[in-house]
């Protein structure tokens, strides 16, 4: 049987030469190709010692570092089921993931030890490991008595590689299912659109700056970096100063569009600076027009924008080579997508027309975990998944997202899902009901703000809401700002008009660009 392990596709596409660097981090470390190889091995033989059942869940929430990646590849090198969850992440969000996804195994950072294995524990979990970002945890521990050698789990095409916890369109967050094939048909695609060029054609060097809890970072970053042999400089945290001093020694960076503006504000930003990069790619959440001109004026270079999502990875981009690459779309739909624009009545659009966007391809993943029901619901009849997202494409092709359907906020390329923090707030004494909305914020793109109503004869304060909310919530889901006021604007069914809200608190943060 053909192997379909994701894992197999990267470490064949490992250069010959397994010595040279295939990491460099930003405290000076490096790593080769054999020191992926052999630690990936070490710590899917730890993963096999286990016996964990076929489809066992790995949950990991750890600070970013290269053991972290190395613990993704080994859990699909195992065969198992990869879920990272964001760092922010607090008590109440990690039970509700760990007691839906019912994990295996459970790796956290030391500091957090207590209460997650106390959560894991209670949830029926019986591996719970530690790892830090000082390379040290119980994890390591393990896996230095396992043996070097694995062979790569067979694995068919539609078996699960990770689970994606997404707000997606309604109700609780939902574990996206995405297989070995969906990841591994994106990664391919992507080598070939972005002209990624293997080391014998010279070679690419890429930042990895961003989060590894995402698609972006997770998977579009790292699957195109490990699927072309080309070498990481691995950033812990994204800090434009550091990124400035090492886009001398790189070719492609890849960022939200928050990165690109805080870039931007970076005095050594200039020609010079980026002189030796081919490609600069952005993407999760929409890319001002503003910054993709700022960016072509200061550096010279034209952002190549993309779209994609947890539930899809990537699903268009603007071109690599041959047309222009527009701001303000994200380009065609990648080969092997298809893609269409469906209208209120069901009918399909003709170019210009906006409408729902519909995807199709084997990058779409294969549904929610333990929601039949909900999967059902986000394709339609003919198999096309039902974004959210709001858009139309034009008569070149070219797509262009104009809002989403779904109530959805997306801060600094995190999502944010207004009905989780208006559930908070409203179960707050003295809180009649609350609205959370997306305003533009210079820094994030957009942000949350709360606007409250207090139940009759109860006075409510602001900062204590905000204050109740950091206790329970990772910290960028908190509202920028909160209103109490006397009454929400409602059209004539009673429906919150949260547009008007929109409208009323624009400007908000205009004044305090960065
Ligand atoms: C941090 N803060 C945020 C925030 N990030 N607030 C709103 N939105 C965000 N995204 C707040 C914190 O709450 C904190 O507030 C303060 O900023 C400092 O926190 P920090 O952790 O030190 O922030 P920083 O390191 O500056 O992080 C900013 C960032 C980060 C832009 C680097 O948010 C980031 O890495 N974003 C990328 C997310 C990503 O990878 N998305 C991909 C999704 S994949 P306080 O008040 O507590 O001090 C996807 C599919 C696709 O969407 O198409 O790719
Ligand atoms: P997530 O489920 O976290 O992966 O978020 C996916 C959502 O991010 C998509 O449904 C879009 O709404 C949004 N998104 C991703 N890329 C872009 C982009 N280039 N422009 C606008 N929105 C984007």
Redesign the pocket.
Known sequence: MKNHNIFAALRAAFPQNLDAVAVETDNGLEYSWRDLERSTAMLANLLKSLKLPVGARVAVQVEKSVEAMMLYLATLRAGYVFLPLNT?YQSAEIEYFIGNAEPSVVVCSSKNFGWVSKIAFKAGTQNVFTLDDDRTGSLLERAAHCSDQHEVAVMREDDMAAILYTSGTTGRSKGAMLSHGNLLSNALVLKDYWGWRTPEEGGDVLIH???I?????LF?ALHGALINGSKMIWLA??DPKLVVKKLPEATVFM??P??YV?LLNEPGLDRQAVHNMRLFVA???PLLIETFNAWKQVTGHTILE?????ET??LTSNPYKGNERRGGTVGFALPGVSLRVQGEDGQILPAGEIGGIQVKGPNVFKGYWRMPEKTKEEFTADGFFKTGDVGKIDADGYITIVGRSKDLI???????YPAEIEGYINDMPGVAESALVGVP?P??GE??IAVVIAKPGIKLEADQILMTL?SKL?????P?HCYVVPELPRNTMGKVQKNLLREQHKTLFAKTAV
Do not use: C, E, Q, W
């Open positions: 922010a700056a961003l989060p809890f995402h698609v972006h970072g579009v945290k994204f960022g939200v928050t990165l805080r993407g999760s959440a993309r779209y994609g999502m947890s990875a990537m997306i801060s600094g390329g995190y999502n944010v914020h820094d994030f942000v949350g950091k990772a910290n960028f889901k908190i920028k």
